[in-house]
Structures are given as structure tokens and as C-alpha cells.
């Protein structure tokens, strides 16, 4: 249902090369006294202050409150120490032929422009202040990111039946449900003031404005469009318009009490959605917004056996993932290590703060 997107949120460009890793191979000597563009130096090679500057501004987004000097710092400093684990890793990818080739980079845009017309598209790289070879250039380090992580880390991962047989076996509660639960997806609009976070950076004016979006979008449900990318586009829930609009499960006595949300979900079908549903403040009793709810999957209560093929695939995912992350921490520390870093912006503060 989700289709991937690198527009999401407001770092997410800055996400790109917050990547951690490091190289085994270090050049000797550092710079004394280097450049003044210069903030670091990974292996001889500089990381330069206005590509700092430029990932720092964009996590900071659009927030109209400024950081205090001293959290500034801390961010640059956050933002420079990604950066410098990016390039140890880039370095270190190349070496094994690992970098990312012209069509992997040009598959990716492609899928991206998929998502939108071309205006759309231009106006987003606008919006987020960077250019088409900015974006190329972010896509390119992280396919690079994960080629070489499939092979350093991703291949070695083997989770057996056994171990899936010996997790239910310790955490069987964990899999008695207690009462019946709804998977549900929301495309959620607002008629109040609040900063777009949707793909399309866009966001209902007032109740009007509200009640004409949330009929806009049901008719682009009703005309075939996947419930995930309408709410992706164009749902202002900020907590799930980046996961398709999916909320996870809920159960069932969390849903009754919201009565005409519950009567109509429950009458649904998987992959069915209800009607626009006005969503009410609970202490003013004021419409806020508008809704709609898909219905993913309901399950019933009882206990669930591992011979359950969901089961058996969370268990695997949980066991996969504790494990990535595992070796993955091992992995970036055995190679920054292995490289020759030199943190001039670091040098700066701690000088500035001895005056």
C-alpha cells in the first residue's frame, strides 16, 4: 500500500546522508590548517561548510523558532557527525564496486515522478530547496547505503524455524488477543491552522476549504486511486500520511466510544472505506476536520498459534531486526575506526568556548 517517497518530512533529504558507516583504509597526516569551507576531513577528503549548512537548514524545516546558539551548535555538530559517517561509508563502498550506478539513480526518479505530474514534481524540489542533481546525488548515497549494507550485513542474517519456534514459546501471551482488533488506514483533513506535512505540502483553509478537500479525495478513492498514496499525497494526519495513513491495530474498546466512527467500520469489509466522517474535539465539541477510514483486516480475540503464518512472519521480522540492528552498530564502529577523521568544526566550538 505505501509507496516510498523522499519528500515525507522535513528532513528527509538531510535523512539521506545521516547514514553511519566508515572505511578501513586511513591516509596519513590531517589538515593543521585547513580551508575555511572546511569542517572535516574523512581519509583526506573535506566535507565542506556550505554542505553542512545546507543539510542543517533543511532539518530545521520551516520552524519559525530559532535555536539557541549553543543547540545550533549541538545540531551542527549532530548533522556534521552523519555526514562524516556518510562519506566514510561511500568511500568504503566504492572500494568493493558497491556505488550506485546511472539506472538504478534514474529507476528511482522515475518512481518518484510516478507519484506526481511534472509541475508537481518541480514544485516539490523548489519547495525543499533543492535541485534535480541535489536529488540524484542523495538517491545515488543511499542505494549506495544499502548495497553495501545487503552485502556486509543483510546476507549474513539467517533466522531459523527453530529460533521462530523458541520466541512464540518464551512470549506466547503475547499472542492471545484480548478482544477483537481493526487494522485501519485514515485520510484525515483539517479545518484549523496547522503547518502541511503531506507529499503535495498542502492543507485545507477552514471548514469549507475541509469539507470540499475530504469530497475531492473520496471521489479519487471511488475512481480506483490506492487508499495509501491518496493519503500519502494528501491526508494532514501528520502521524500516519508517511505510513499510507495506516494507524496499526485497534481494539475494539478503543474504537466504541467513537460511535460514528465504530458503526461505520464495523460494517465494512477488508480493503473497503467508509464516507467522509466529521472528526469532533472532544472539549469543544466543534468539527475539526474530516475523515476517512479504511478497513485493512479485523481479527477476532483468542490465541494465536504459531502455526499461524502472521505470526510466524512477525516473529521472523522482530528476530531479523534486532539482529540488523546488532551487527549493524558492530559494523559502523569496526569501521570508523578503521578511518582517518579530523572534526575542524568540533576543534572551533571547543576554542570559541575557552574564551
Keep these: 500500500m505505501q509507496e516510498e517517497s523522499f519528500f515525507p518530512a522535513r528532513h528527509r533529504f538531510a535523512g539521506f546522508v545521516l547514514c553511519c558507516g566508515a572505511l578501513l583504509t586511513a591516509v596519513a597526516g590531517c589538515h593543521s590548517s585547513p580551508a575555511p569551507d572546511v569542517v572535516a576531513t574523512v581519509n583526506g577528503k573535506d566535507i565542506l561548510r556550505a554542505d553542512l549548512e545546507k543539510y542543517y537548514k533543511a532539518q530545521l524545516g520551516d520552524n519559525p523558532q530559532q535555536p539557541t546558539p549553543e543547540q545550533a551548535n549541538i545540531d551542527r555538530l549532530n548533522t556534521l557527525h552523519g555526514m562524516i559517517d556518510d562519506e566514510i561509508l561511500q568511500q568504503y563502498a566504492a572500494k568493493f564496486n558497491l556505488t550506485a550506478s546511472d539506472e538504478d539513480v534514474s529507476a528511482k526518479v522515475t518512481d518518484m515522478k510516478a507519484l506526481h505530474t511534472q509541475e508537481e514534481f518541480d514544485k516539490l524540489l523548489k519547495q525543499r530547496n533543492v535541485t534535480l542533481d541535489d536529488l540524484k ?5 543511499e542505494l549506495t547505503k544499502t548495497k553495501l549494507l545487503n552485502k556486509e550485513i543483510e546476507s549474513k542474517i539467517n533466522v531459523t524455524d527453530a529460533e521462530i519456534a523458541s520466541y512464540y ?3 506466547k501471551s503475547e499472542f492471545n488477543v484480548i478482544e477483537p482488533r481493526y487494522r485501519i488506514a485514515r485520510i484525515a483533513v483539517t479545518s484549523t491552522p496547522s503547518q502541511a506535512t503531506n507529499l503535495q505540502n498542502n492543507k485545507a483553509s477552514g471548514d469549507a476549504d475541509a469539507k470540499k478537500k475530504i469530497q475531492a479525495l473520496y471521489a479519487k478513492l471511488e475512481n480506483g486511486e490506492d487508499f495509501g498514496s491518496v493519503a500519502m499525497n494528501y ?18 474498546s478503543q ?4 460511535t460514528e466512527v465504530y458503526n461505520a467500520i464495523s460494517k465494512l469489509k477488508p480493503g473497503q472505506f467508509t464516507d467522509a466522517i466529521p472528526a469532533v474535539d472532544p472539549e469543544s465539541h466543534r468539527i475539526v ?3 476517512i477510514y479504511q478497513l485493512v483486516s479485523k481479527e477476532p480475540a483468542g490465541q494465536r498459534e504459531l502455526s499461524d503464518p502472521r505470526v510466524q512472519q512477525y516473529i521472523h521480522q522482530q528476530l531479523h531486526d534486532s539482529r540488523t540492528q546488532v551487527l549493524r552498530n558492530a ?7 578503521d578511518a582517518k ?3 575542524y568544526l568540533a576543534d572551533q ?3 570559541e568556548g575557552e574564551k
Excluded: C, Q, W
Design 137 to 141: 546525488r542523495d538517491i545515488r548515497r
Design 169 to 171: 514459546n518464551s512470549h
Design 235 to 252: 491526508s494532514e494526519d501528520k502521524a500516519t500520511n508517511s505510513s499510507a495513513g495506516d494507524m496499526g491495530f485497534v481494539y475494539e
Design 255 to 258: 474504537l466504541r466510544p467513537m
Design 289 to 291: 476536520g474530516y475523515a
Design 331 to 337: 559494523y559502523y564502529e569496526k569501521l570508523r575506526d
Design 341 to 343: 577523521i579530523h572534526n
Design 349 to 351: 566550538i571547543l576554542k
